[in-house]
């Protein structure tokens, strides 16, 4: 990796990947591919269209099997791993996926029940009552939790796609463009939520977006992939201010700036 991981997150990352190789067919997407999850961290992953984001985040939770290179998860390769501890493992990941992938056919209480009656075994009317509380979680009101995901607004689908990755309390929560499709306000109020969830309950956030407000109101860390690799992987400050065409394009182009300057005027609102 060339770039310095932040003095505030030292210790042993959550997740660790080394020398990660992806491919499909003559085409390479990975190529020696460095990264670290700290715990506790909201690290943003950004590129260009086709860079890989999406892959990284399948290659991790175990949806896609890398050419090679190392996957450690909370201190053990994936690729040790019997199918047993893996599927353990991977219960302590919750997933959030770009298009949501609520069941249609169910109310939100009984899809996020799902996971809770599948993985965790509890009764149907124990896995419902919890549903209710997880969607209350993401600010969902009550009476959400009989409707199905075809009466929602996008923003409520999203907080109800986000209760049922949070069913089975995950340590680690994976967002694949969370706020993609959502009005900027919608967008905002995501982004609040996902960082008081992760300060009430303690989750490190692998976070995958091409929202730069989200990645000033939300981030401790932003993950650049470009060229195959982790380009850089730092703090904004740092990340905004590294020697790179593409780098310098999307956080300086017009987009950026005003991201940048929303930024700047939310913190000074908070300080006074
Ligand atoms: N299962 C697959 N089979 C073949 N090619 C794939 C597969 N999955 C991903 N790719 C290719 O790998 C590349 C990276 O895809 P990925 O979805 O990770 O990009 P991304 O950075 O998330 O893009 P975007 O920002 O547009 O969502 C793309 O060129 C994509 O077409």
Redo the contacts with the bound molecule.
Sequence with gaps: MTGTESPTHRGTPVIEVRDLCNR?GD?V?HEDLDLDLFRGEILGVV?G????????LRSIVGLNKPVSGHIRVFGQDLTSLSAAERSETEQRFGVLFQAGALFTSLNLQENIAVPLIEHAGLPRSQAEELARMKLALTGLPPAAALNYPAELSGGMVKRASLARALALDPEVLFLDEPTAGLDPIGAAGFDRLLVTLRDALGLTVFL?T?DLDTLYSTCDRVAV?SQRKVLVADTLDRVTATDDEWIQDYFHGPRGRAASYAARARAETTEE
């Design positions: 499909f085409h997407v590129g269209s086709g860079t890989g984001k999406s892959v990284l995958v091409h992939l």
